[in-house]
């Protein structure tokens, strides 16, 4: 009998603590269910997000892609002999270099064909200087479209590119309306990236983000890796600008990327002259070495920077467009006055190929 007693309240404990376990886990299953259900929420989100991303971006790139292509077609050569008379003086340089930026929408495409310029000697290492110091500020004209909100014409900008491209009686047209197409595909990415970073602004793990950028050194690095993954400074510079547009990114960090995107592009100009003359070597080492140059001392003086475009007022956005054009234009013109003795030095770093002697060159001549 007391077996059974004992039995008896064994299995009542049992299923007593059962119950409990039962009452409990039906307590803690809504509240489980509930966050499963925002971390898939948050995980759908930031999927979009990407996505989102991930199509402006290549909208934007496609578009540069055909605005550059579009233009060449249209006034390559035309800039190209612009190039080739840029001889006179530094500030022709420095206006026929601004120029052509500004109109192939490219500062690497303009300094890739100063660089085969100077390879095929039409255009001296010397004078190709300013030209470089030019396509430096013409690639901010971009930076300051993008600032002025013009996405919301992007629909308008689409038909007109197509039209052109359709119903042109000439090849000229046609390339017309490719590149004015290409720029309807810029804006409307920019619109979309815009769109796809919204919900961010609520991410408190984003926000800290995107305050790292704000030390120079971070900002910096960042920017040069996104524009050298992108092979486009103005896609670094233009994903900034969004992001400032939206509350999301402050003017220092800003300010930080821009600078990272002038290091970063100076890539595919150096890859440019790979197999090229000597003088050509030097023109890529130039900018180069300009670019860094000037952004070190961009990174020192970035609180003045800073300072000073908010001091001419705007939206975020159009001060950092302001910030891009300011370190551009100041970059170039404490540079321009000391090319001579740049040219010199860039000599001596690089000096000229050694002609093989007599002897040596008899010694190839003969046949094993």
Same mark, same amino acid.
């Given at each position: 009998m007391a077996v059974q007693g004992a039995a008896g309240g064994y299995r009542a404990t049992v299923r007593s603590s059962s119950a409990s376990r039962s009452r409990a886990t039906r307590r803690c299953t809504p509240l489980a269910h509930l966050r499963a259900s925002d971390s898939q929420q948050r995980c759908v989100e930031y999927t979009e997000v990407v996505l989102g991303m991930v199509a402006g971006l290549a909208l934007f790139l496609y578009g540069v892609s055909h605005l550059a292509t579009g233009m060449r077609a249209v006034a390559g050569d035309r800039m190209r002999r612009v190039l080739e008379r840029a001889t006179t003086n530094r500030?022709? =340089?420095?206006?026929? =270099?601004? !120029?052509?930026?500004?109109? !192939?929408d490219s500062s690497s495409v303009t300094i890739i064909m100063v660089i085969a310029l100077v390879d095929a000697g039409l255009l001296s290492f010397q004078n190709s200087l300013g030209v470089i110091l030019g396509a430096n500020i013409g690639t901010t004209i971009s930076s300051q479209l993008i600032a002025l909100d013009v996405q919301r014409y992007s629909p308008v900008v689409l038909a007109v590119g197509l039209l052109l491209f359709v119903a042109g009686r000439s090849e000229t047209w046609r390339q017309t309306g490719a590149a004015v197409f290409g720029m309807g595909l810029i804006f409307f990415g920019l619109a979309q990236m815009g769109a796809a970073v919204e919900p961010l602004k609520q991410s408190a793990r984003f926000a800290d983000w995107m305050l790292q950028l704000e030390n120079p050194l971070i900002g910096v690095a960042a920017g040069a890796l996104i524009t050298l993954i992108l092979q486009s400074s103005s896609a670094t510079v233009g994903i900034a600008i969004t992001l400032a547009a939206q509350g999301m990114?402050? @003017?220092p960090g800003g300010i930080a990327v821009m600078l990272g995107a002038e290091i970063g592009t100076c890539a595919d100009t150096l890859l440019a002259t790979m197999g090229r003359s000597r003088e050509a070597l030097r023109a890529g080492i130039f900018h180069l070495l300009f670019n860094v140059l000037t952004v070190a001392i961009g990174v020192l003086l970035l609180q &003045? !920077?800073?300072?000073?475009? #908010?001091? !001419? =007022? =705007?939206?975020?956005? #159009? #001060? @950092?467009?302001?910030?891009h054009v300011t370190f551009n234009v100041l970059g170039a013109m404490a540079v321009v006055m000391f090319l001579a003795p740049a040219g010199r030095a860039l000599h001596r770093l690089? &000096? &000229?190929?050694?002609? &093989?002697s007599p002897v040596d060159a008899g010694a190839a001549a003969q046949p094993v």
């Amino acid at each position: 009998m007391a077996v059974q007693g004992a039995a008896g309240g064994y299995r009542a404990t049992v299923r007593s603590s059962s119950a409990s376990r039962s009452r409990a886990t039906r307590r803690c299953t809504p509240l489980a269910h509930l966050r499963a259900s925002d971390s898939q929420q948050r995980c759908v989100e930031y999927t979009e997000v990407v996505l989102g991303m991930v199509a402006g971006l290549a909208l934007f790139l496609y578009g540069v892609s055909h605005l550059a292509t579009g233009m060449r077609a249209v006034a390559g050569d035309r800039m190209r002999r612009v190039l080739e008379r840029a001889t006179t003086n530094r500030f022709a =340089g420095v206006a026929s =270099g601004t !120029l052509a930026t500004a109109v !192939l929408d490219s500062s690497s495409v303009t300094i890739i064909m100063v660089i085969a310029l100077v390879d095929a000697g039409l255009l001296s290492f010397q004078n190709s200087l300013g030209v470089i110091l030019g396509a430096n500020i013409g690639t901010t004209i971009s930076s300051q479209l993008i600032a002025l909100d013009v996405q919301r014409y992007s629909p308008v900008v689409l038909a007109v590119g197509l039209l052109l491209f359709v119903a042109g009686r000439s090849e000229t047209w046609r390339q017309t309306g490719a590149a004015v197409f290409g720029m309807g595909l810029i804006f409307f990415g920019l619109a979309q990236m815009g769109a796809a970073v919204e919900p961010l602004k609520q991410s408190a793990r984003f926000a800290d983000w995107m305050l790292q950028l704000e030390n120079p050194l971070i900002g910096v690095a960042a920017g040069a890796l996104i524009t050298l993954i992108l092979q486009s400074s103005s896609a670094t510079v233009g994903i900034a600008i969004t992001l400032a547009a939206q509350g999301m990114l402050a @003017l220092p960090g800003g300010i930080a990327v821009m600078l990272g995107a002038e290091i970063g592009t100076c890539a595919d100009t150096l890859l440019a002259t790979m197999g090229r003359s000597r003088e050509a070597l030097r023109a890529g080492i130039f900018h180069l070495l300009f670019n860094v140059l000037t952004v070190a001392i961009g990174v020192l003086l970035l609180q &003045p !920077l800073v300072t000073f475009v #908010q001091s !001419l =007022g =705007g939206d975020a956005a #159009q #001060q @950092l467009a302001n910030a891009h054009v300011t370190f551009n234009v100041l970059g170039a013109m404490a540079v321009v006055m000391f090319l001579a003795p740049a040219g010199r030095a860039l000599h001596r770093l690089v &000096p &000229p190929a050694l002609a &093989p002697s007599p002897v040596d060159a008899g010694a190839a001549a003969q046949p094993v």
